[in-house]
């Protein structure tokens, strides 16, 4: 199901509260889709089947927990990394604490970075 087909869900916290109050249903939904992508492919855990047969997430635990959360949410990671096209992926480094995706955007000119990590270490990106 693509970001726009189904039902925007956000996590009802306090770092979201004043977002959710001043924003309206189609910011929330941006923001929801582009929460979704950021995580599925700034991720190498997979869902796989462990040795006793169940199904869970293998890899990093935060990525996991991660992938999770948007799983609960009613994403698909598999489907929105297959439809995504990544042409950068810059593993993550213990030396910097973060990683990054490169996607190439539908225009096939333009480029989205997703970046997650230490928060101080992107501070000079907000000025």
Do not use: W
């Amino acid at each position: 199901m693509s970001p726009s087909s189904r039902p925007c869900s956000l996590p009802n916290s306090k770092v979201f509260s004043l977002f959710l109050q001043y924003s309206s249903f189609i910011q929330r939904c941006q923001l929801a889709a582009l929460l979704e992508k950021s995580v599925a492919l700034n991720s190498t855990a997979y869902e796989g089947t462990t040795n006793k047969g169940t199904i869970e997430f293998i890899g990093n635990k935060t990525e996991s927990a991660l992938l999770g959360m948007t799983k609960s949410l009613g994403c698909d990671y598999a489907q929105t990394r297959q439809s995504s096209n990544v042409v950068e992926l810059l593993p993550f480094s213990s030396q910097h604490k973060s990683m990054a995706a490169v996607e190439l955007a539908s225009d096939g000119k333009s480029h989205r970075i997703y970046v997650k990590g230490y928060l101080s270490l992107f501070n000079f990106f907000c000025i």
